[in-house]
């Protein structure tokens, strides 16, 4: 069983590509042992200009999709 060491524990790193990020946290398992896992999103001004983020992405937005992916992976490694 895995658990985050703090359920407001802040992201180990972050990348961001026009409005695609990644976000990069790290989990501890009960033997201490840390693992990381990334989010992969974006965000979008809806028509009253409030901020919204979203999972979906558009045939153009998906290049910068793999460019988050791939730096987060990269930095991933780095922590191995």
Do not use: C
């Not at 976000?23 to 028509?47: A, C, F, L, M, P």
């Not at 200009?49 to 992916?69: D, I, T």
């Amino acid at each position: 069983m895995t658990t985050q060491t703090d359920k407001n524990q802040a992201p180990v790193h972050f990348y961001k590509i026009g409005p695609v990020s990644a976000t990069i946290w790290e989990n501890v398992t009960e033997d201490g042992k840390s693992y990381y896992h990334t989010t992969i999103g974006r965000t979008y001004q809806d028509q009253d200009g409030n901020w919204k983020s979203s999972s979906r992405f558009s045939a153009h937005e998906l290049l910068n999709v793999a460019k988050v992916a791939e730096r987060a992976e990269a930095f991933i490694a780095t922590l191995d």
